[in-house]
């Protein structure tokens, strides 16, 4: 298994549909985990992190399954403006963090 | 408010030459970190800082080198470029280590580097 694998997409919805994302981790030993956006030819910046108990913010709600070795990102009620590319995050050791290769995503009117 | 500031933000280097991208963030955060995006591979880490006077290899070292000149300030050094570190760099800032449940990473806007 990969340390942190994503699907690439692209998914394609309409605006107002509801997506979700997986990502998997390899490492059990992770404590930190983080969801990233990435707009075409931006830097990332931080969606949300991914706490044990989930989390939801506004129309965004992440899930954590370390039984599974997973995290969910769920967006609701898809805007034009979700359009970009989902990065999952995940610690590595102490200092460092491992990015997937993240999930593009395309909300079409 | 300036976060993390990169510079250059494009560059061409003909094989062989050397170049410095600097980084420097004005949030007081100990940890900084170089990564470089190329397509289909995603963000990978080439060398951080966990703290001012320290430096350690990521996944990509070779053919880089790094100076965490002070708290604030963290270059990268291509000291003889290939087109095969021709990638998007970008540098990143965070309060503490990796495992800290309030790390957070914030990064520059990106330096684009092609070598000829």
């Known amino acids: 298994r990969k340390e942190v694998e994503q699907d690439p997409g692209p998914f394609n919805v309409p605006e107002g549909a509801t997506v979700a994302f997986n990502c998997t981790y390899s490492n059990s030993a992770s404590q930190s985990f983080f969801w990233y956006r990435q707009d075409c030819r931006k830097e990332p910046k931080l969606l949300m992190s991914v706490y044990s108990s989930g989390n939801e913010d506004g129309r965004f709600t992440a899930q954590l399954n370390r039984a599974s070795q997973y995290i969910s990102l769920l967006i609701r009620d898809s805007k034009l403006s979700d359009s970009a590319t989902y990065l999952c995050v995940v610690n590595k050791g102490y200092s460092t963090l491992t990015f997937g290769k993240g999930t593009m995503l395309l909300v079409s009117p | ?116």
């Open chain 2, 1 to 116: 408010n300036a976060g993390v500031t990169q510079t250059p933000k494009f560059q061409v280097l003909k094989t062989g030459q050397s170049m410095t991208l600097q980084c420097a963030q004005d949030m007081n955060h100990n940890s900084m970190y170089w990564y470089r995006q190329d397509p289909g591979m995603g963000l990978r880490l080439i060398y951080y800082s966990a703290s001012e006077g320290t430096t350690d290899k990521g996944e990509v070292p070779n053919g880089y080198n790094v100076s965490r000149l002070n708290k604030r300030e963290f270059s990268l050094r291509l000291e003889s470029a290939a087109p095969s570190q021709t990638s998007v760099y970008f540098c990143a800032s965070s309060e503490m280590g990796a495992t800290s449940g309030a790390n957070v990473l914030t990064f520059g806007a990106g330096s684009r580097l092609t070598v000829l």
